[in-house]
Protein backbone atom coordinates (compact mmCIF):
# COMPACT_ATOMS: atom_id res chain seq x y z
CA UNK A 1 0.00 0.00 0.00
CA UNK A 2 1.45 3.50 -1.09
CA UNK A 3 1.15 6.42 1.06
CA UNK A 4 3.60 9.28 -0.52
CA UNK A 5 5.76 10.20 -3.54
CA UNK A 6 8.76 7.41 -2.64
CA UNK A 7 6.51 4.42 -2.24
CA UNK A 8 4.33 4.47 -5.36
CA UNK A 9 7.15 2.94 -7.32
CA UNK A 10 7.92 0.48 -5.03
CA UNK A 11 4.17 -0.82 -4.60
CA UNK A 12 4.10 -0.89 -8.82
CA UNK A 13 7.56 -2.79 -8.71
CA UNK A 14 6.48 -5.40 -5.92
CA UNK A 15 2.82 -6.11 -7.54
CA UNK A 16 4.71 -6.73 -10.94
CA UNK A 17 6.72 -9.76 -9.08
CA UNK A 18 3.92 -10.56 -6.66
CA UNK A 19 0.91 -9.67 -7.83
CA UNK A 20 -2.14 -11.84 -7.15
CA UNK A 21 -3.50 -12.65 -10.08
CA UNK A 22 -7.46 -13.53 -10.99
CA UNK A 23 -5.90 -15.83 -13.75
CA UNK A 24 -3.87 -19.00 -13.11
CA UNK A 25 -0.36 -18.91 -14.95
CA UNK A 26 -2.13 -20.31 -18.17
CA UNK A 27 -4.87 -17.80 -18.27
CA UNK A 28 -7.45 -20.10 -16.69
CA UNK A 29 -9.79 -18.37 -13.75
CA UNK A 30 -9.18 -19.56 -10.50
CA UNK A 31 -11.10 -22.53 -9.73
CA UNK A 32 -11.63 -23.03 -6.09
CA UNK A 33 -12.14 -21.45 -3.07
CA UNK A 34 -9.31 -23.56 -1.91
CA UNK A 35 -7.32 -22.28 -4.44
CA UNK A 36 -7.92 -18.80 -3.59
CA UNK A 37 -6.50 -19.63 -0.13
CA UNK A 38 -2.57 -20.76 -1.15
CA UNK A 39 0.31 -18.86 -1.83
CA UNK A 40 1.28 -15.43 -1.15
CA UNK A 41 -0.97 -12.73 -2.57
CA UNK A 42 -0.13 -8.67 -3.12
CA UNK A 43 -2.61 -6.71 -4.16
CA UNK A 44 -1.40 -3.18 -5.23
CA UNK A 45 -2.81 0.14 -3.64
CA UNK A 46 -1.69 3.36 -4.76
CA UNK A 47 -2.53 6.91 -3.15
CA UNK A 48 -1.70 9.62 -1.39
CA UNK A 49 -2.28 8.97 2.73
CA UNK A 50 -4.22 12.76 3.90
CA UNK A 51 -0.51 12.76 6.10
CA UNK A 52 1.36 13.73 3.46
CA UNK A 53 -0.99 16.08 1.72
CA UNK A 54 0.37 19.09 2.49
CA UNK A 55 3.43 18.64 0.69
CA UNK A 56 1.07 18.83 -2.40
CA UNK A 57 -0.22 21.56 -4.63
CA UNK A 58 -3.51 21.64 -6.75
CA UNK A 59 -1.98 23.42 -9.29
CA UNK A 60 -0.61 22.47 -12.71
CA UNK A 61 3.48 21.71 -12.49
CA UNK A 62 4.53 24.82 -14.56
CA UNK A 63 2.62 26.66 -12.57
CA UNK A 64 4.38 29.25 -10.06
CA UNK A 65 3.11 28.68 -6.34
CA UNK A 66 4.30 31.07 -3.66
CA UNK A 67 5.54 28.35 -0.54
CA UNK A 68 4.73 30.63 2.22
CA UNK A 69 1.36 31.10 0.45
CA UNK A 70 0.75 27.53 0.19
CA UNK A 71 1.25 26.68 3.62
CA UNK A 72 -0.37 29.31 4.97
CA UNK A 73 -3.73 28.65 3.02
CA UNK A 74 -3.67 24.81 4.50
CA UNK A 75 -1.89 25.43 7.97
CA UNK A 76 -3.68 28.61 9.43
CA UNK A 77 -6.77 28.97 11.16
CA UNK A 78 -8.88 32.30 9.64
CA UNK A 79 -7.54 35.56 10.97
CA UNK A 80 -10.49 36.14 13.57
CA UNK A 81 -8.86 33.70 15.68
CA UNK A 82 -7.21 33.99 18.29
CA UNK A 83 -4.07 31.95 17.36
CA UNK A 84 -3.74 33.41 14.00
CA UNK A 85 -0.91 35.90 14.57
CA UNK A 86 1.26 33.52 16.90
CA UNK A 87 0.77 30.71 14.37
CA UNK A 88 1.41 32.57 11.19
CA UNK A 89 4.46 33.58 13.41
CA UNK A 90 5.42 30.07 13.89
CA UNK A 91 4.86 29.33 10.11
CA UNK A 92 7.85 31.98 9.13
CA UNK A 93 9.80 30.31 11.41
CA UNK A 94 9.62 27.01 10.24
CA UNK A 95 9.35 27.78 6.56
CA UNK A 96 12.38 27.41 5.42
CA UNK A 97 12.57 23.67 6.53
CA UNK A 98 9.71 23.07 4.42
CA UNK A 99 10.16 21.44 1.49
CA UNK A 100 8.68 23.86 -2.14
CA UNK A 101 5.09 22.03 -2.45
CA UNK A 102 4.83 19.85 -5.66
CA UNK A 103 1.68 19.53 -8.20
CA UNK A 104 -0.31 16.62 -7.68
CA UNK A 105 -1.17 16.55 -11.00
CA UNK A 106 1.25 14.23 -12.51
CA UNK A 107 1.28 12.28 -9.30
CA UNK A 108 -2.35 11.12 -10.31
CA UNK A 109 -1.21 10.34 -13.87
CA UNK A 110 1.65 8.74 -12.30
CA UNK A 111 -1.39 6.68 -10.25
CA UNK A 112 -3.14 5.94 -13.18
CA UNK A 113 -0.35 4.43 -14.85
CA UNK A 114 0.67 2.29 -12.36
CA UNK A 115 -3.30 1.10 -11.61
CA UNK A 116 -3.98 0.31 -15.49
CA UNK A 117 -1.00 -1.53 -16.02
CA UNK A 118 -1.45 -3.55 -13.06
CA UNK A 119 -5.04 -4.39 -14.44
CA UNK A 120 -3.89 -5.20 -17.61
CA UNK A 121 -1.52 -7.89 -16.12
CA UNK A 122 -4.48 -8.87 -14.50
CA UNK A 123 -3.16 -7.96 -10.73
CA UNK A 124 -5.74 -6.78 -8.28
CA UNK A 125 -5.51 -2.72 -7.70
CA UNK A 126 -6.91 -0.32 -5.34
CA UNK A 127 -6.57 2.89 -4.55
CA UNK A 128 -4.95 3.51 -0.99
CA UNK A 129 -4.35 4.75 1.65
CA UNK A 130 -6.11 8.30 1.31
CA UNK A 131 -8.37 9.53 3.19
CA UNK A 132 -9.22 12.48 6.10
CA UNK A 133 -7.38 12.62 8.99
CA UNK A 134 -8.36 15.61 11.71
CA UNK A 135 -6.25 13.97 14.58
CA UNK A 136 -3.34 14.43 12.45
CA UNK A 137 -0.43 17.29 13.21
CA UNK A 138 2.28 17.91 10.99
CA UNK A 139 5.87 17.57 12.98
CA UNK A 140 8.44 19.93 13.41
CA UNK A 141 10.30 19.74 10.45
CA UNK A 142 13.74 20.56 12.26
CA UNK A 143 13.34 18.21 14.37
CA UNK A 144 15.00 15.01 13.76
CA UNK A 145 14.62 11.53 16.04
CA UNK A 146 17.44 9.98 16.85
CA UNK A 147 17.80 5.82 17.18
CA UNK A 148 16.42 6.76 20.67
CA UNK A 149 13.62 8.30 20.39
CA UNK A 150 14.44 11.33 21.74
CA UNK A 151 14.77 14.35 20.02
CA UNK A 152 17.46 17.14 18.60
CA UNK A 153 16.91 21.14 18.99
CA UNK A 154 16.49 22.58 15.44
CA UNK A 155 19.12 21.54 13.16
CA UNK A 156 21.15 23.37 11.04
CA UNK A 157 19.72 23.64 7.51
CA UNK A 158 21.58 24.71 4.29
CA UNK A 159 19.20 23.39 2.06
CA UNK A 160 15.58 23.57 1.54
CA UNK A 161 14.42 19.59 2.00
CA UNK A 162 12.84 17.90 -0.14
CA UNK A 163 9.29 16.48 -0.45
CA UNK A 164 11.04 12.74 0.55
CA UNK A 165 12.59 14.46 3.01
CA UNK A 166 9.15 15.86 4.58
CA UNK A 167 7.75 12.61 4.02
CA UNK A 168 10.45 10.68 5.69
CA UNK A 169 10.36 12.89 8.94
CA UNK A 170 6.39 12.64 8.64
CA UNK A 171 6.29 8.51 8.64
CA UNK A 172 8.85 8.66 10.98
CA UNK A 173 6.79 10.59 13.50
CA UNK A 174 3.86 7.79 12.56
CA UNK A 175 6.25 5.19 13.53
CA UNK A 176 6.80 6.69 16.86
CA UNK A 177 3.16 6.32 17.52
CA UNK A 178 2.95 3.42 16.31
CA UNK A 179 5.86 2.72 19.32
CA UNK A 180 3.45 4.69 21.44
CA UNK A 181 0.67 2.21 20.61
CA UNK A 182 2.52 -0.59 21.55
CA UNK A 183 2.68 0.28 25.14
CA UNK A 184 6.44 2.10 25.30
CA UNK A 185 5.62 5.55 25.80
CA UNK A 186 8.77 6.38 27.62
CA UNK A 187 10.31 6.01 24.25
CA UNK A 188 8.71 9.14 22.92
CA UNK A 189 7.85 12.44 23.74
CA UNK A 190 5.52 13.49 21.17
CA UNK A 191 3.44 16.88 21.90
CA UNK A 192 6.38 18.50 21.66
CA UNK A 193 7.83 17.34 18.27
CA UNK A 194 4.55 18.35 16.80
CA UNK A 195 3.50 21.97 15.45
CA UNK A 196 -0.26 23.12 15.74
CA UNK A 197 -0.37 22.77 12.16
CA UNK A 198 -3.55 20.55 10.92
CA UNK A 199 -4.09 20.75 7.06
CA UNK A 200 -7.46 22.12 6.01
CA UNK A 201 -10.38 19.76 5.34
CA UNK A 202 -10.80 21.90 2.23
CA UNK A 203 -7.46 20.48 1.09
CA UNK A 204 -7.27 17.00 2.27
CA UNK A 205 -11.43 16.64 0.41
CA UNK A 206 -9.82 18.36 -2.56
CA UNK A 207 -7.28 15.47 -2.76
CA UNK A 208 -9.14 12.96 -1.65
CA UNK A 209 -11.69 13.39 -5.11
CA UNK A 210 -8.75 13.76 -6.97
CA UNK A 211 -7.53 10.17 -5.80
CA UNK A 212 -11.57 8.84 -5.79
CA UNK A 213 -12.19 10.19 -9.31
CA UNK A 214 -9.73 8.22 -10.43
CA UNK A 215 -11.03 5.27 -8.41
CA UNK A 216 -14.70 5.78 -10.47
CA UNK A 217 -13.28 6.36 -13.76
CA UNK A 218 -11.37 2.68 -13.54
CA UNK A 219 -13.83 0.96 -11.32
CA UNK A 220 -11.13 -0.14 -8.67
CA UNK A 221 -11.88 -0.24 -4.74
CA UNK A 222 -10.59 2.06 -2.20
CA UNK A 223 -9.13 1.82 1.12
CA UNK A 224 -10.15 5.16 3.23
CA UNK A 225 -8.62 6.70 6.10
CA UNK A 226 -11.12 8.47 8.48
CA UNK A 227 -9.87 9.37 11.71
CA UNK A 228 -11.92 12.13 13.69
CA UNK A 229 -13.73 12.71 10.84
CA UNK A 230 -16.89 11.39 10.41
CA UNK A 231 -18.50 14.31 9.41
CA UNK A 232 -16.74 15.32 6.59
CA UNK A 233 -16.58 12.15 5.33
CA UNK A 234 -19.73 11.18 5.39
CA UNK A 235 -20.31 14.84 3.39
CA UNK A 236 -18.07 13.40 1.65
CA UNK A 237 -19.38 10.68 0.56
CA UNK A 238 -22.78 12.03 -0.22
CA UNK A 239 -21.53 14.45 -2.45
CA UNK A 240 -19.33 12.34 -4.19
CA UNK A 241 -22.67 9.87 -4.72
CA UNK A 242 -24.47 13.01 -6.23
CA UNK A 243 -21.90 13.59 -8.83
CA UNK A 244 -21.11 10.18 -9.71
CA UNK A 245 -24.35 8.16 -9.02
CA UNK A 246 -24.38 4.45 -10.02
CA UNK A 247 -20.68 4.70 -11.26
CA UNK A 248 -19.47 5.09 -8.04
CA UNK A 249 -22.02 3.04 -5.70
CA UNK A 250 -22.21 -0.31 -8.02
CA UNK A 251 -18.69 -0.09 -8.99
CA UNK A 252 -16.42 0.57 -6.76
CA UNK A 253 -16.70 -0.78 -2.75
CA UNK A 254 -14.84 1.23 -0.31
CA UNK A 255 -13.52 0.29 2.79
CA UNK A 256 -13.21 2.14 5.71
CA UNK A 257 -10.48 1.37 7.00
CA UNK A 258 -9.92 0.81 11.43
CA UNK A 259 -13.34 3.15 10.97
CA UNK A 260 -11.29 5.31 13.76
CA UNK A 261 -14.02 7.25 15.76
CA UNK A 262 -17.14 6.67 14.13
CA UNK A 263 -20.32 6.27 15.93
CA UNK A 264 -22.97 3.41 15.61
CA UNK A 265 -25.25 5.38 14.75
CA UNK A 266 -23.51 7.14 11.65
CA UNK A 267 -22.31 3.57 10.43
CA UNK A 268 -25.69 2.76 10.62
CA UNK A 269 -26.71 5.32 8.58
CA UNK A 270 -23.80 5.28 6.02
CA UNK A 271 -24.95 1.38 5.36
CA UNK A 272 -28.32 2.57 4.28
CA UNK A 273 -27.22 5.30 2.00
CA UNK A 274 -23.92 3.38 0.56
CA UNK A 275 -24.59 -0.52 -0.73
CA UNK A 276 -20.25 0.07 -1.46
CA UNK A 277 -19.10 1.12 2.55
CA UNK A 278 -17.60 -1.96 3.82
CA UNK A 279 -15.88 -1.50 7.54
CA UNK A 280 -12.50 -3.43 8.73
CA UNK A 281 -11.56 -3.30 12.69
CA UNK A 282 -8.49 -3.63 13.21
CA UNK A 283 -6.55 -4.30 17.13
CA UNK A 284 -4.27 -1.48 16.86
CA UNK A 285 -6.66 1.35 16.25
CA UNK A 286 -10.49 0.32 16.31
CA UNK A 287 -8.96 -1.79 19.15
CA UNK A 288 -8.31 1.31 21.50
CA UNK A 289 -11.75 3.08 20.64
CA UNK A 290 -14.60 1.90 23.23
CA UNK A 291 -17.40 2.23 20.64
CA UNK A 292 -16.09 -0.06 18.20
CA UNK A 293 -17.43 -3.11 19.90
CA UNK A 294 -20.70 -2.06 19.21
CA UNK A 295 -19.91 -0.45 16.16
CA UNK A 296 -19.03 -4.56 14.90
CA UNK A 297 -22.51 -5.85 16.89
CA UNK A 298 -24.47 -2.99 14.89
CA UNK A 299 -22.88 -2.92 11.34
CA UNK A 300 -24.34 -5.43 9.04
CA UNK A 301 -23.04 -8.74 9.25
CA UNK A 302 -21.86 -8.83 5.41
CA UNK A 303 -20.22 -5.43 5.59
CA UNK A 304 -17.82 -6.54 7.88
CA UNK A 305 -13.82 -7.36 6.68
CA UNK A 306 -10.25 -7.16 9.15
CA UNK A 307 -6.78 -6.16 9.04
CA UNK A 308 -4.33 -5.47 11.14
CA UNK A 309 -3.16 -1.85 10.60
CA UNK A 310 0.18 -2.09 10.80
CA UNK A 311 3.30 -1.53 8.85
CA UNK A 312 4.88 -3.90 10.34
CA UNK A 313 5.05 -7.01 7.87
CA UNK A 314 5.91 -9.46 11.16
CA UNK A 315 3.08 -8.51 12.55
CA UNK A 316 0.37 -8.40 10.17
CA UNK A 317 -1.08 -12.64 10.26
CA UNK A 318 -0.97 -12.43 14.34
CA UNK A 319 -2.84 -8.99 14.22
CA UNK A 320 -5.21 -10.10 11.14
CA UNK A 321 -6.09 -13.23 13.58
CA UNK A 322 -6.54 -11.09 16.74
CA UNK A 323 -8.85 -9.02 15.04
CA UNK A 324 -10.58 -12.00 13.51
CA UNK A 325 -11.02 -13.54 17.15
CA UNK A 326 -12.51 -10.34 18.39
CA UNK A 327 -15.23 -9.84 15.58
CA UNK A 328 -16.35 -13.33 16.42
CA UNK A 329 -16.74 -12.58 19.91
CA UNK A 330 -18.38 -9.50 19.26
CA UNK A 331 -20.81 -11.12 16.64
CA UNK A 332 -21.06 -14.63 18.74
CA UNK A 333 -19.57 -16.37 15.94
CA UNK A 334 -18.01 -19.55 15.69
CA UNK A 335 -14.27 -19.60 14.98
CA UNK A 336 -12.58 -21.87 12.37
CA UNK A 337 -9.36 -22.84 13.56
CA UNK A 338 -8.82 -26.35 11.15
CA UNK A 339 -9.40 -27.79 7.62
CA UNK A 340 -12.32 -29.65 9.30
CA UNK A 341 -13.94 -26.86 10.69
CA UNK A 342 -13.71 -25.21 7.09
CA UNK A 343 -16.11 -27.87 5.67
CA UNK A 344 -18.86 -27.69 8.38
CA UNK A 345 -21.99 -26.62 8.10
CA UNK A 346 -22.21 -23.72 10.00
CA UNK A 347 -20.17 -20.81 8.92
CA UNK A 348 -18.13 -19.40 11.28
CA UNK A 349 -16.42 -15.91 11.17
CA UNK A 350 -13.46 -16.76 9.12
CA UNK A 351 -15.90 -17.45 6.31
CA UNK A 352 -18.23 -15.05 6.71
CA UNK A 353 -14.76 -12.26 6.43
CA UNK A 354 -14.11 -14.81 3.50
CA UNK A 355 -17.24 -14.56 1.53
CA UNK A 356 -17.18 -10.40 2.69
CA UNK A 357 -13.78 -10.13 1.18
CA UNK A 358 -14.55 -12.04 -2.06
CA UNK A 359 -17.81 -10.00 -2.31
CA UNK A 360 -15.92 -6.44 -1.65
CA UNK A 361 -13.19 -7.17 -4.11
CA UNK A 362 -15.38 -9.02 -6.90
CA UNK A 363 -13.80 -12.22 -7.06
ZN1 LIG B 1 -5.16 4.82 7.97
Given at each position: ?????????????????????????????????????????????????????????????????????????????????????????????????????????????????????????????????????????????????????????????????????????????????????????????????????????DHQIALLEMQMDLAVELGINVSLHSVKAQGPTLDFLRRFKKKHGAMFTDRVNVDVHSCGGWSVESWVDAEKHFPNLYLSPSIAISGRTPVTPYLIRAADPSRLLVESDTHLIQDTTKRVWAATVWIAKCRGWKIERTEEDLEEKDIGVVRRLESNWNRFMNL
Open positions: MATRTTDQELVAEFSEDHGRRDEDEYGRERESKRRRRAGPEVIACFGYHPWFCHLLHLGSPDQEVNKEGHYASIFLPSEASTSYTSQKQLLSEILPDLPEPISVQPLIEQMRTHAVQAQKRGSLVMIGEVGLDRSFRVPFPGHKANHCGEHTEVEEHTNTPSVADAEAKIATSGEEEMVKKLNQPELISRSKNLTPFRPSM
